[in-house]
């Protein structure tokens, strides 16, 4: 059973920084893409970053520039270094990625809280 468990969240000052991580784990074969979404409250869930097997890297306008997201492949890991804060910032982050195990499917965490506040 393939699992995606996200840590490194938590409450962070305007201008600050945080760095998330996911790990996956289970009988996987294979990772192609991996990515981070949001979602703040009372808003749809919205895509953040991918970043494909090979390092190819996408971001969303509002992060660019201040988000970094980067792939550990031996250890099955995504990163989402995340700089220059802001309140808007402030959602549950849920990683996500595309994995072959005994089945091709696309997996979620459960999600890690980041509260950028005073």
């Known amino acids: 059973q393939v699992q995606l468990v996200e840590s490194g969240g938590g409450l962070v000052q305007p201008g600050g920084s945080l760095r998330l991580s996911c790990a996956a784990s289970?009988?996987?074969?294979?990772?192609?893409?991996m990515g981070w979404y949001r979602q703040a409250p009372g808003k749809q869930r919205e895509w953040v970053a991918a970043?494909?097997?090979?390092?190819?890297?996408n971001y969303a306008d509002s992060v660019k520039g201040r988000f970094t997201i980067s792939r550990d492949n031996a250890k099955n890991t995504v990163y989402l270094q995340m700089s220059s804060l802001k309140p808007e910032d402030t959602a549950v982050y849920y990683c996500?990625?595309?994995?072959?195990?005994?089945?091709?499917?696309?997996?979620w965490g459960q999600g890690t809280l980041v509260t950028v506040s005073e």
């Open positions: 970043i494909t097997a090979g390092g190819s890297t």
């Open positions: 289970g009988s996987i074969f294979s990772i192609n893409a």
């Open positions: 996500n990625a595309d994995i072959l195990s005994s089945w091709h499917g696309e997996y």
